[in-house]
């Protein structure tokens, strides 16, 4: 018998019960059921593990935060995040409304539209050490760089894409190197 999902319960624990027939497939249960105390931080490195391999798994993969939040991520870049407009698809809940805003909650809105959770991005991207600046320019040359190849394929049928990674990363170390201060932790990054 499967257990329902309560729309009470953690938001972690609803985004496991949703994803069950995919975790059905974990070929570590057995190992997770012998350890003496079940370990949610192993069980999520096992799932992640399952990962497929699709164009964002070295964002999951080789991602050092903890292993929830990369779980969520994954869910995220899988669009299966438990957001309100897909749960009112399976009737747990009734009202979209987003709980800080009123506005209808989806994963778009949610992480990149409303004006309470939008203050995070802002504090987390307005950093100004070093890290911060990386941050800040991948983003934003990533989406460039992508958005520049899409339009000279729509314009000219016979582009070939550029090295969009090598021109991305050769793109941050000349933005940043403008910055003296910045100078000696790219020398050591690129010696290391
Ligand atoms: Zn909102």
């Known amino acids: ?77 899988h669009k299966r995040l438990p957001t309100k407009d897909r749960l009112m698809k399976i009737d747990i809940f009734h009202q979209p409304n987003c709980i800080f805003c009123n506005c209808a909650e989806s994963v778009q809105h949610l992480f990149f539209e409303c004006n309470v959770t939008s203050v995070v991005w802002e504090g987390v991207l307005r950093s100004k050490n070093l890290r ?13 760089e992508i958005g520049w190849n899409r339009n000279r394929i729509v314009y000219n049928k016979n582009y070939t894409i550029r090295n969009t990674v090598n021109v991305i990363v050769d793109n941050i170390v000349n933005r940043v190197w403008v910055f003296p201060k910045y100078r000696h932790r790219i020398v050591q990054i690129l010696l290391s």
């Open 132 to 144: 911060g600046q990386f941050l800040k320019i991948a983003v934003a040359k990533t989406i460039y």
């Open 1 to 77: 018998m499967l257990m329902d999902i309560k729309n009470n319960g953690s938001w972690i624990l609803r985004s496991i019960l949703q994803i069950r027939p995919d975790a059905k497939r974990l070929t570590q249960w057995d190992s997770l059921k012998r350890s003496e105390k079940f370990r949610l931080n192993k069980a999520y490195i096992e799932f992640l593990k399952e990962i497929p391999n699709v164009v964002w798994s070295g964002l999951v993969r080789s991602n050092i935060a903890r292993p929830r939040a990369v779980f969520l991520l994954w869910l995220a870049c």
